[in-house]
């Protein structure tokens, strides 16, 4: 049993949670792309995803979208292609995980101006 869905870019965050059993803590922030990475750029999808453990790794819990998705023609153009960024970033603080991720919005239709940023926030958990 396979998948067509492409994982990229991956940070983890790691905490050890000694005040509960010396669990450690899982976090991953992630590019998703559905359809894989055979697609065209106008209907290629990039999801941000993250997915958490508490146990070290050994269970998941179910992996989240963070946003709608993103095409990659939405994506600011670089010498090495459309880019969501070349980075992805996890921290623990004050025991949740938090991630660092790019979010592009359809170009302006009048302007083509491109629309993407980077956001910090808390993730699931």
Known sequence: MG?????LIAGIGVRND???????KL????YALPNGLSC???????VPSSIFSEDGGISWHKAEKLT???FQDWLVPTS???MVANYNSVVFVDGEPHGAFAI???????TGEIDEAIFAGKLPD
Do not use: F, L
């Not at 998948?3 to 994982?7: A, E, G, L, P, R």
């Not at 592009?104 to 009048?110: G, M, Q, V």
């Open 3 to 7: 998948s067509s869905v492409d994982h």
């Open 18 to 24: 000694r005040e509960d059993d010396n669990r450690v």
């Open 27 to 30: 976090s991953i922030a992630y």
């Open 40 to 46: 065209e750029p106008s209907a290629c999808k990039i």
């Open 68 to 70: 709608s998705p993103m």
């Open 80 to 82: 090495a292609g459309s």
């Open 104 to 110: 592009a919005d359809p170009p302006n239709r009048k």
